[in-house]
């Protein structure tokens, strides 16, 4: 069983920057690729960015690309996501998930950013 959990969300004005963190149960980042996404007041959940097993690839939603920077240390299993020019757009709970070729195996209970304008 996979444990993951977030943090590092809050409050913060528009154009400000955040860093969320993702603890992850000991070995996960070898068999599993870790992933945030995001879901909106209202609005479905969606695909914020991904990193690979290895940490050689990284992918992204159009809309952070060159905002947001995912990252991933095997050493403490921590993924971060550094999110910077925030918009109020961006206001959303942010989970962390592990995932396989096929989809999510598992998600975090999530952190909620908020985006002031």
């Known amino acids: 069983q996979v444990q993951l959990v977030e943090s590092g969300g809050g409050l913060v004005q528009a154009g400000g920057s955040l860093r969320l963190s993702c603890a992850a149960s000991?070995?996960?980042?070898?068999?599993?690729?870790m992933g945030w996404y995001r879901q909106a007041p209202g609005k479905e959940r969606g695909f914020v960015a991904r990193?690979?097993?290895?940490?050689?690839?990284?992918y992204y939603a159009d809309s952070v690309k060159g905002r947001f920077t995912i990252s991933g240390d095997n050493a403490k299993n921590t993924v971060y996501l550094q999110m910077n020019s925030l918009k109020p757009e961006d206001t959303a709970i942010y989970s962390c998930?592990?995932?396989?070729?096929?989809?999510?195996?598992?998600w975090g209970k999530g952190t909620l950013v908020t985006v002031s304008s």
């Open positions: 000991a070995r996960t980042f070898s068999r599993y690729n």
């Open positions: 998930t592990a995932e396989t070729s096929y989809g999510v195996d598992y």
């Open positions: 990193i690979s097993t290895s940490g050689g690839s990284t």
